[in-house]
């Protein structure tokens, strides 16, 4: 039998899940519902899928879809998240900035125990949860400090309209940003799932640290993310013109979800 799955946002990001879908790349799953901030964008995701057009989450939420993928923004997981695993729904996430609020994640976490869901966190741009989680348990069970951090070099007008803005960006590289992931979420709310991704999957958004650097006329991000401890470092380092990675992380994440084969 196959899974109902709703996409919440369908934008760039949704989209790419959207048309997965449409190409037969999720086979698995039945695509029931769609919502979006921009209904334009709902109506045609529905077009293409055969889903419905949803006005809003609860709308979504009555359709009892058993996996919900958010690619829509930070503040709709702030808002919809613990309503969508207690309607008994798995949830995928993108936007994992949302979860710098560690009081606010361990709500999410758990709504998710006390409704036996779960909360799966996409890869997005950068991966590599898999080796960053094992040094961290390493870390942990031997009692070893851990050192963790990402840096990031990305192209000067995604900072326009953030309180780094400087005109000076437009011709010298500059490093704009230097802190742990929690202070850098406040800083860049739409610019840091990667960083608090990172942060969860290694020494928490207080500790992980966050440095990027503006490049006049660069385009995508580069991110290398490094954990270590005494005997093992891992780096992760991986390039991106466009965000399409993140789209298709989501994609990959359900399909691995389905499959009697699984890669961690």
Partial sequence: MKKKLAIAGCGFLGGIVADAYAQGLLGDYELVGVTSRTREDAVQAAGRTGSAVCEDTAALLALGPDVVVETASVEWVRENAEAVLRSGADLVVIS?????????????????????????????????????????????????????????????????????????????????????????????????????????????????????????????????????????????????????????SVVALLRNLASPVCFY
């Fill in 96 to 248: 994992i900035g949302a979860f710098a609020d560690l009081e606010f994640y361990g709500r999410a976490k758990q709504a998710a125990v006390e409704s036996g869901t779960r909360i799966h966190l996409a890869s997005g741009a950068i991966g590599g949860f898999d080796v960053l989680q094992t040094v961290s348990l390493m870390a942990k069970a031997q009692g070893l400090e851990e050192t963790a951090g990402i840096e990031t070099h990305t192209g000067c007008k995604g900072f326009m309209p953030t309180p780094v803005w400087d005109d000076i960006l437009l011709t010298e590289q500059k490093t704009v940003f230097t802190g742990n992931a929690k202070e850098a979420i406040a800083t860049f709310p739409r610019r840091v799932n990667v960083a608090v991704a990172t942060s969860l999957a290694t020494t928490g958004p207080e500790v992980t640290g966050v440095t990027m650097h503006s490049v006049p006329n660069w385009q995508g991000d580069d991110h290398r993310i490094t954990a270590e401890i005494d005997g093992v470092k891992a780096v992760v380092d991986i390039y991106s013109k466009t965000s399409a990675i993140a789209g298709w």
